[in-house]
């Protein structure tokens, strides 16, 4: 599949992904739960992936499907509630029995209780997307403007889709942070390239510090242009989730992302 011609400006100042530490490979093999999942504000069902790490010469895919799940949500006035822990599981893929409305403000996490009693717990994580500025269009490139909020740290996980009479020609994924200058900012999105008869798809996810790390933690297992679809892959990753009786974190992550979508046809 051909990717899209992207790049972003941050109109003051844009860092892409941020070095991280490669991990050594030269390590005793020791089977661990990876767990992984993004929650948005689109209403639906919420999915959630568990399964154990294998050695790298099996190709077997470990389902856990002993697993219980519970969604738990904080509302601005700090009251605790169950959103859900009726989840049906397929192969290691939990899915929520109903569909889910999540609410903007509050925070969300993951409490996942395994066989041998082991409770997971993912970091409360708000959800807050950000607005759509402007769009504009030429004869074959778009530009899409949002506005980061203000004296926060902002971070991105952005998926572009191209699409031709419903079916997905081609895809990309971008992250992007503002840390070291901390104020409101212009997103632009640039793409290049785009035909007539085609549509353009964009996915804002406005996610925290830990979740964007995980993401960058990923593409770099991945390779330089990961399919979104592998970001869920078992590599040796850790991102939000804590085990209670240790409190040492596990592999994987549960995210929360203040979602914005946007789509134009050519």
């Known amino acids: 599949m051909k ?3 992207i790049y972003i400006t941050l109109i003051s100042l844009l860092t892409l992904i941020s070095c991280v530490e490669d991990i050594p490979s030269d390590f005793e093999f020791e089977e661990q739960v990876f767990i992984s999942g993004l929650l948005t504000n689109e209403e639906g069902f919420v999915s959630v992936q568990i399964q154990k790490t294998v050695a790298v010469t099996d190709t077997n895919f470990n389902a856990v499907n002993d697993a219980q799940i519970s969604l738990f949500t904080r509302d601005v006035s700090n009251t605790v509630s169950l959103v859900s822990d009726s989840f049906t599981v397929d192969n290691g893929e939990y899915t929520s029995s109903e569909m889910i409305t999540p609410i ?3 925070t969300y996490w993951l409490e996942v209780m395994l066989q041998d009693q082991s409770i997971l ?3 409360e994580e708000i959800l807050k997307p950000i607005p759509i500025v402007d769009i504009v269009k030429t004869d074959d490139s778009i530009r899409v403007t949002s506005t980061g909020f203000a004296d926060e740290q902002n971070f991105y996980l952005i998926e572009i889709e191209i699409l031709e009479d419903g079916v997905l ?6 992250l992007a942070n503002d840390r070291i200058i901390n104020e409101e900012e ?11 008869g085609e549509t353009v798809r964009i996915n804002i996810n406005n996610i925290n510090f830990t979740t964007f790390q995980f993401y960058v933690n990923v593409v770099s297992n991945q390779g330089d242009e990961p399919e ?3 970001l869920f892959a078992p590599v040796n990753i850790v991102g939000n989730i ?6 040492g974190l596990v592999l994987g992550n ?8 946007i789509t134009a046809d050519f």
């Open 3 to 5: 990717k899209p011609h």
């Open 104 to 106: 903007i403000g509050n």
């Open 121 to 123: 717990i993912s970091e």
């Open 169 to 174: 020609i081609s895809d990309g994924l971008v």
């Open 186 to 196: 212009e997103i632009s999105i640039f793409i290049n390239e785009i035909k007539p």
């Open 228 to 230: 979104v679809s592998s």
């Open 242 to 247: 804590k085990n209670t009786a240790t409190n």
């Open 254 to 261: 549960f995210g929360v992302a203040g979602l914005t979508t």
